[in-house]
């Protein structure tokens, strides 16, 4: 059928095929590489200083005598959205040495609107110099956010008091 000429030979196979097996690794190489997010430290509102970074502790509520919550307490800090983001990273870290503090942690995203979305709602206890980040979380089609906001403590739980932390957040974008 073949004539011995235009057979080919074992050496030439051996040649080709090592080529054809490195393409799809050329493919990976050549190929435009995903965007990785470029994410920002958004600036606390009201903040004293330059820093992203919030430490506070877990204060009580100024309660009058008949029981009413009264004045403020410091548990909302507030972070300034300053442009559109894609999505939305929260990160708190314990610094409190007791290892039975719990923190109870709300995270929400605050629309030009008027209103918000809850994104985190629960109670931690890890230990000190540890913690989380919280996401990333979305944008919300059709609502422009205006700020991120970060609630530790809470009058339901007063065992929560005095316990320090760090927070902070990032708008990401791409």
């Known amino acids: 059928m073949f004539a011995a000429a235009s057979r080919p030979s074992l050496a030439r196979i051996l040649t080709i ?11 990976a190489l050549v190929a435009p590489a995903r965007a990785v997010p ?10 004293k200083g330059d820093s992203a970074i919030v430490n506070k502790s877990v204060g009580a509520p100024k309660v009058t005598p008949y029981g ?5 307490t410091n548990w909302n800090t507030d ?11 929260f990160f708190f870290t314990a610094n409190s040495s007791d290892p039975n503090a ?6 929400f995203m605050k629309f030009t609107d008027g209103t918000s979305l809850q994104v985190v709602n629960e109670v931690m206890n890890p230990p000190m110099g540890t913690g989380r980040m919280f996401g990333p979380f979305q944008a919300v089609p059709g609502k422009q956010a205006s700020q991120m906001n970060f609630k530790v403590g809470a009058s339901a739980d007063p065992g929560a008091l005095g316990f320090s ?5 990032q708008g990401c974008t791409g």
């Open 17 to 27: 095929v090592p080529a054809f097996l490195a393409l799809p690794v050329l493919a």
């Open 38 to 47: 470029l994410c920002t430290f958004l600036m606390p509102i009201g903040a």
């Open 68 to 72: 009413l919550l009264l004045g403020r």
């Open 79 to 89: 972070f300034a959205v300053n442009q559109p983001f894609s999505s939305y990273k």
């Open 102 to 107: 719990k923190y109870p942690i709300q995270a």
């Open 165 to 169: 932390y760090r927070i902070s957040v």
